[in-house]
C-alpha cells in the first residue's frame, strides 16, 4: 500500500515537472518560430534601418517600423496614465473604505467589465470617445483639424479595457496585508487615510508594481479595440489628437492580404517579433524594480 502511494506521488511529481517545463519553454519556442518566419526581412535589411526608418512601402521594400513602434509606446503610456492612478484609488477605496454591499456591486461591475468583447470597447470608443475628442477636447486645446481618431482614443480605450485585471488583483493584493499591522497603526495615533499610505500602500508596494505590469503586459498586445479609434495612419504622431498605427493594428489588418509581395509576410513576423521582445523587455525592467522595492522594503 505504502509502496503504491509513493509510486504514484512520484508519477504525479514528474508529470507536474513536465507540463511545467513545457509551459516555461513555450516562450522560447514562439521566440524562435517568430525568428525563423522573420529571417528573410532581417538579412535583407539591416536591423537600424528596420527600427528608425518611418517610411512603409512595401511595395517599394521599404519597411520602417518607427511610426509602428512610437504609436503603440505613445498608447500604452497615455493608458498607464490614466489607468494607474483611478484603479489604485478604486482599489483603496473597495478595500478600506466601501461597505460591503457596495464592494459586492462595483465588484460585480468590474467583473462584467472584463467579460465584454474588445470589439464592444472599440464601437463604444467611436460612438462616444472619438466625437467627445473631435468636438470638445480637440478645440479646447486649439486642434481643429482632427477628426477624433487618434493615440488619446486609443490610450482612453486602452485603459478602460485593463481596468478589470488591475482592479483585481490589486484588491487580493490589498487583502493580504494583516490586518494587524493596520490596528498597530491606529494604535500609535495614525489615522485611516495615514494608515493607509504609509502602512498598507507601503507593505503592497511589490504586488501593485505587478498588477500594473500584468494589466499593461497585455495592453502593449491588445488589437481590435484600439485600431477601431486611432485612425491607423502611418505616421509619427506629434501630438495626442494626431492618429497612429500600433504594431498590433499593423499586424491585424494586413495579415493574409498582399502576400504575394516580396518579404511582406516577414515583415509582420518581425513586427510580432518587436512586439513580443517590447513586452518582454517591460516585464523584465518591472521585474527588476519590483525587486529592489521588495529589497528596500524588507
Request: glycine fraction near 6%.
Amino acid at each position: 500500500m505504502k509502496v503504491g502511494r509513493v509510486f504514484k506521488d512520484k508519477v504525479a511529481g514528474k508529470t507536474v515537472f513536465v507540463l511545467s517545463l513545457f509551459a516555461s519553454t513555450l516562450l522560447f519556442f514562439i521566440i524562435i518560430g517568430l525568428f525563423i518566419k522573420s529571417w528573410p526581412i532581417l538579412s535583407t535589411h539591416s536591423l537600424s534601418g528596420l527600427l528608425f526608418d518611418s517610411i512603409w512601402k512595401p511595395r517599394k521594400n521599404l519597411f520602417g517600423f518607427l511610426p509602428y513602434i512610437i504609436s503603440t509606446v505613445y498608447i500604452t503610456l497615455i493608458s498607464i496614465i490614466i489607468a494607474v492612478p483611478l484603479c489604485i484609488l478604486c482599489s483603496i477605496y473597495l478595500s478600506e473604505y466601501a461597505s460591503k454591499n457596495v464592494k459586492s456591486f462595483v465588484t460585480s461591475l468590474v467583473d462584467i467589465l472584463a467579460g465584454i468583447p474588445s470589439v464592444i470597447f472599440g464601437i463604444w470608443g467611436i460612438i462616444m470617445i472619438v466625437p467627445f475628442i473631435s468636438n470638445t477636447l480637440a478645440p479646447a486645446f486649439g486642434e481643429e483639424d482632427t477628426t477624433g481618431y487618434s493615440i488619446l482614443a486609443g490610450g482612453i480605450v486602452l485603459a478602460i479595457m485593463v481596468f478589470p485585471i488591475v482592479i483585481h488583483i490589486m484588491l487580493e493584493v490589498l487583502r493580504t496585508v494583516p490586518i494587524e499591522l493596520r490596528e498597530a497603526s491606529l494604535s500609535v495615533g495614525a489615522n485611516k487615510w495615514e494608515t493607509i499610505k504609509k502602512v498598507v500602500l507601503r507593505k503592497a508596494a511589490p504586488g501593485i508594481s505587478a498588477a500594473i505590469v500584468l494589466g499593461f503586459s497585455r495592453a502593449f498586445g491588445e488589437t481590435l479595440a484600439v485600431l477601431m479609434v486611432v485612425g491607423n495612419t502611418a505616421i509619427i504622431p506629434h501630438s495626442l489628437f494626431d492618429s497612429g498605427y500600433p504594431l498590433p493594428a499593423l499586424i491585424a489588418n494586413n495579415y493574409g492580404e498582399m502576400m504575394s509581395i516580396p518579404l511582406y509576410d516577414s515583415a509582420l513576423m518581425f513586427a510580432a517579433l518587436l512586439l513580443l521582445s517590447v513586452i518582454l523587455i517591460f516585464n523584465i525592467v518591472a521585474r527588476i524594480v519590483m525587486m529592489r522595492v521588495e529589497r528596500q522594503m524588507s
